[in-house]
């Protein structure tokens, strides 16, 4: 048997991708590739898997405005499905699990025309436009929110968002992140790519609150991009202040965190719900059909987050809802509320839904 999968621009769509593999690595021995953009996010993520090979298209996102990228904009993409069709026709896969992103429109358009059958999984709340363009042609569609589409319990199902092998493990005591006794630890992580506005906004809440906050540390996750702007910024800061680029191991920061600041991306928030974990929740602005502010509030409306908007970051706003929520029970309710948000069954939903499609094959 040979599965392909595809999916990549951001961690986002790629951890789930990889998190479907290994899902139905427990039932089903197979051949597996994955499909992205040579050089992108997707090949340096796969590149670190063990079980799968990496196949490089061409391919380029829509242009959000008017320039020059519109008049390469669909000649990249043609040649992108020509990439797909000649390695899909070589590969000969039994099936092609997309999880969204503008990498995965060259696979998924040759998928179509080789009559291949295929799944698609939507993390967001509001679906992506290359899910949306193949979800009606697709043999199963397995959704994270009710909102992103109309469920039928047969073809389009809420499974949820798959997450790490890793972060079900159950928490584990890190030497990088050992607690002092009676610290209250924040983790602030701008996704994959990092996020500026954060950077900023957390080299402001340390110079001007957390040097004052003994008993508070502040575990800082910028993103290679800005790591070293942001390093020169708060060279010098005390040592509840802790600063990195990137982390592979993410859930060792998660298990030592009492409250998260991050964008909503619903990778990371499926990885905030299992690991039960209260956030201030900062949605990127620009997110296609603005999915992320929608992602936020349906955590919200329930009490596991709080949501600030992009607009409104600042110390000032964040300091704000760091006392806020240490008032009283208020973490504690909104871990509670955040583990619910997430069934806890997802990944055997995901298993049963494609197995429908495999056992028939």
């Known amino acids: 048997m040979k599965i392909v999968f595809s999916g990549g621009g951001t961690g986002g769509h790629i951890y789930p991708a990889l998190a479907i593999k290994d899902i139905l690595r427990q039932q089903y021995s197979f051949e597996s590739g994955y499909v992205g953009v040579k050089g992108g996010m997707e090949e340096k993520i796969v ?7 990496f196949f490089g298209v ?20 043609l040649a992108g499905i ?27 358009a040759a998928s179509r025309l080789l009559g291949l059958p295929t799944v698609i ?58 607690r002092n006794n009676n610290e209250f630890i924040i983790l602030a992580v701008g996704g994959s790519r990092g996020a500026l506005s954060i950077n900023r906004a957390c080299i ?9 906050q003994p008993g508070v540390r ?17 060279d010098g800061m005390p040592a509840n202040y802790q600063l990195l680029p990137y982390l592979h191991e993410m859930k060792e920061a998660f298990d030592a965190a009492d409250l998260l600041i991050s964008r909503a991306g619903a990778t990371i928030l ?6 039960r974990k209260p956030a201030i929740l900062v949605p990127f602005p620009f997110a296609t059909d603005n999915h992320q502010e929608k992602n936020a ?28 929520v240490r008032t009283g029970d208020t973490l504690a309710k909104m871990a509670e509320a955040s583990a619910k948000s997430r069934p806890d069954d997802v990944e055997q939903r995901i298993l049963k839904q494609i197995s429908e499609i495999l056992d028939k094959s």
């Open 47 to 53: 590149s670190r898997e063990t079980d799968i090979a």
């Open 58 to 77: 061409r391919a380029q996102g829509m242009p959000r405005s008017l320039s020059l990228k519109w008049l390469s904009f669909p000649f990249v993409n």
């Open 82 to 108: 020509s990439d797909a069709l000649g390695y899909l026709r070589t590969f000969s896969p039994d099936l092609v699990v997309a999880t969204g992103g503008f990498v995965a429109f060259p696979v998924l």
């Open 121 to 178: 999984h939507e993390q967001n709340a509001a679906m992506g436009v290359t899910n949306r363009i193949f979800a009606g042609s697709a043999r199963k569609v397995l959704l994270t929110y009710t909102a992103a589409a109309k469920e039928d319990g047969e073809r389009i199902v809420v499974t949820g968002n798959p997450v790490r092998s890793a972060f079900l493990k159950q928490n584990t005591k890190s030497q990088r992140f050992a």
């Open 204 to 212: 402001e809440l340390a110079k001007t609150w957390l040097v004052n």
């Open 218 to 234: 502040l575990i800082h996750i910028s993103g290679e991009r800005d790591f070293d702007m942001v390093k020169s910024e708060t």
């Open 270 to 275: 499926s990885e905030i719900a299992v690991c």
């Open 297 to 324: 509030r349906v955590l919200e409306e329930i009490g596991a987050a709080r949501l600030l908007l992009d607009s409104d970051l600042n110390a000032a706003s964040l300091v704000n809802l760091i006392d806020e």
